[in-house]
């Protein structure tokens, strides 16, 4: 009997996906659950089972195609299902004692799927949350509960014998979500300056996938604890090259700073991702093929950031002075708006007050770049 199978429903407000690979082609025969398309909507991509077993006799769906809910992605003969193991044929009476567990997505009239290993007995029919009993539920239903960060032993199976279903996992996530958006108190983000004063850009649009990562990081910032990964580097040979330009350039301020703009500049120059803002009015990523390395001074007014602009051009000797200038400009009040804006990244330094390494918390006072991706990693640099 011939069963089109339809993509079923994949989240609150989600109307389509796109289809990222199709995993099978007419002819082959499946079993209940095995993936048959991966596809890709603006939380994560996630396989699409197969609600029960039967050969293929049609794909009307093309990898790199746009579906909607509903809508058939495969036709299923279930009438030539191949079983398990060989076996002769027999009547519906002679069926194993255990039923197949139905999907969420299987028609009322479908007949049951092939069982390979079904679950023990002694599984209670529901499974709690927080019971410490690891969950029953089919590989594509833990890969959509890893692709969307639910812990698949915490949701409760509303399935024959407590099986996770996917509808499951995507009521817990929502739960989830909507605890956390109660908890909430997002502000409105500043608007965002023009970066083509500083320098040609470049804009891409950005995914479905990106903007959701977008708006969850932005809520994240304000509802979940943070952790900093701090490692060391042996910084012994430019040490050595530093000491000793000290004593053969006496007037030159070779600092450990302007190593540290120089290395983040080579840095951003070979990874333009990290020099680069988000535009979430307009839904873009905006690159920026300049580099700018705001250095965070101390002084009486608090902390500013003077901007080394274009430093990825500059020499360590031409770094080194501009920096001591700018601390100076800023020290006795003499830098103006335009030595502080216009950066693309902020490095600040505490060496001198020891300590290996410390992760600044807010955007710094007078950076003149607010909402931006780099101004969230700050580089901690000990002199």
Known sequence: MATEVKLPELGEGIEQAEVVRVLVTVG????????????????ATVEVPAPIAG????????????????????TLDAGTVVPAEPKPES???????????????????????????????????????????????????????REIGVTIDAVAGSGSRGRVTMADVKAHARQALTLLAT???????????????WGPVEREAMTGVRRTVARRM?????????????????????????????????????T????????????????PKFNASLDTDRNEIIYKRY???????????????????????????????????????VRTKKAGPQDLEGGTFTITNLGGLGGTSFTPDRQLPGSRHPGTV???ALAGVRA
């Open 28 to 43: 082959d025969t499946v079993a209940a659950d095995q993936p048959l398309l991966e596809i890709e909507t603006d939380k």
């Open 55 to 74: 050969t293929i006799t049609s794909i009307p769906v093309a990898a790199g195609g746009t579906i909607a809910v509903g809508a058939t992605i495969v």
């Open 91 to 145: 009547t519906p009476t002679a069926a194993p004692a255990t039923p197949a567990t139905p999907t969420t997505t299987s028609p009322a009239n479908a007949p049951s799927p092939v069982v390979v290993s079904p679950p023990p007995a002694s599984v209670p029919p529901r499974i709690e949350a927080g019971r410490g009993r690891p969950a029953l539920a089919a590989p594509s239903v833990r890969k959509l509960a």
């Open 183 to 197: 908890r909430a108190t997002p502000t409105a983000a500043p608007a965002l300056p023009d970066f083509s004063r």
């Open 218 to 254: 932005a809520q994240a910032w304000q509802t979940v604890a943070h952790v900093t990964q701090h490692d060391r580097a042996d910084v012994s040979e430019f040490e050595a090259v530093r000491k000793t330009v000290k004593k053969t350039s006496p007037d030159l301020p070779l």
């Open 256 to 271: 450990v700073t302007a190593f540290a703009v120089a290395v983040v500049a080579a840095a951003l120059k070979a990874f």
């Open 291 to 329: 580099i700018n390395i705001g250095v965070a001074v101390d002084s009486e007014r608090g902390l500013l950031v003077p901007v080394i602009k274009d430093a990825d051009t500059k020499s360590l000797g031409a770094l080194s002075t501009e920096i001591a200038a700018m601390a100076e400009k």
């Open 374 to 376: 780099e101004n969230r």
